[in-house]
């Protein structure tokens, strides 16, 4: 993993512990080709894993050509990988950059805070102008997944 992103995870660790060990010990079942990248034999990932095979600077489009790579490998899995969230601490939903889903209350008070790798990689990349995360996940008209994309300026995809 690179020492950035290591740092980056380490420094939400102090937030909240739970939700990113959770994340790390996440394991997926996985192709062949996906696990070899890993130099594993047991067709499995684990979140540890997954960062291991990320790039080592902030920028979006590496992060993008990477993750559309991994998900050509094995799409299962990275959908797997990607979008698994576990509950968090209502304090991530007040981070600078890391992008936390939650629920609204009858009053609008966000509830049910839920991070997954996708919110912690765009945390770590950075956000727009608007404070959205700068990549994506790009679903077709039928729901499926159809690759990582930068995230349009204030536009939801």
Known sequence: MSSMIKDFVESIKQTDLTVIQALLDLTVDCKPELAGQCQKVDNKISGQEFLNLLPEDRDADKYIESLNNLISIDSDAMKSMLSTRYSCSVTLIDHPTVQVICDLDENNTPIN????????????????????G????????????????????????
């Open 113 to 132: 805070p839920r991070l997954g790798w996708l919110g912690i990689i765009n945390g770590f990349l950075g956000i727009d102008d608007n404070g959205n």
């Open 134 to 157: 700068l990549i994506a996940v790009e679903i077709d008209e039928t729901g499926s997944w159809h690759r990582i994309c930068s995230t349009p300026n204030g536009e939801e995809l």
